[in-house]
């Protein structure tokens, strides 16, 4: 069974510059996320989708950040613009159910802004 | 606000000897509790998982956890850990509808 994909693995990009990294979750799986991993943190949800709706989206900066999953299967997720404190480690993750079944986590794609 | 708690930021133990790495939770109902794993520029990898059949859950790499609900607590154990085993631990608890994150352990494994 394929896993988790998501692209670029890294990227560095210059602050104000707009950037969208994408993510092909697990076959068949309806929830799919989006962590931000902050170095020496744990992950936080950014927005979660069910199918191609959105169940969660409290905490993710809607005045830079924008993501969209057509067709309930892929995904992007994009910053425009970013700014230095978007340096992090981008995770994306696919579940079957959306009732806070294990979720399955891509290798994530590492953001640096400088 | 339901909420998972890791009680050490780091933990340091010698190979050979057990390892136990702490987690809380808050809930008003049993939730579903799963340990990540994440090693160094890796993804995360699931463990183990608890969703409220036994309660002494075994995982991967002889990691073993135990739900005791008197308590509210979730935590992992290793009768005796290895090198590889040193990376970052996350417990996570599945609520309603989304995952919630601990803000992780790093086990650290000296020779």
């Known amino acids: 069974e394929a896993g988790v994909a998501q692209s670029p693995r890294y990227k560095i990009i210059e602050k104000r510059q707009s950037v969208a990294f994408w993510c092909n979750p697990i076959?068949?799986?309806?929830?799919l996320y989006w962590y931000q991993q902050i170095l020496g943190q744990g992950p936080k949800l950014l927005i979660q989708?069910?199918?191609?709706?959105?169940?969660?989206d409290s905490q993710l900066p809607k005045d830079r950040f924008s993501a969209e999953r057509l067709k309930g299967v892929d995904s992007t997720l994009k910053i425009q613009p970013a700014k230095l404190e978007d340096s992090a480690v981008y995770l994306c993750?696919?579940?079957?159910?959306?009732?806070?079944?294990?979720?399955?986590f891509g290798q994530g794609t590492r953001l640096t802004v400088v | 606000a339901q909420s998972v708690t890791q009680l050490d930021s780091h933990v340091s133990v010698s190979e050979g000897t057990p390892v136990l790495l702490r987690c809380n939770y808050s809930s008003s109902y049993s939730p579903s509790l799963f340990w990540y794993v994440q090693h160094p520029n890796k993804g995360l990898q699931l463990l183990l998982k608890y969703t409220s059949a036994a309660t002494l859950v075994k995982g991967i790499n002889g990691f073993e956890a135990e739900f005791k609900k008197s308590e509210t607590s979730f935590h992992l154990t290793k009768p005796s850990a290895h090198m590889s085993d040193a990376a970052e631990y996350f417990c996570v608890r599945g609520g309603y509808s989304t995952l919630t994150f601990g803000k992780g352990t790093m086990l650290l494994v000296s020779p």
């Open positions: 993750a696919s579940s079957s159910t959306w009732t806070g079944t294990e979720a399955f």
């Open positions: 989708f069910q199918n191609n709706g959105v169940v969660d």
């Open positions: 076959s068949g799986h309806a929830t």
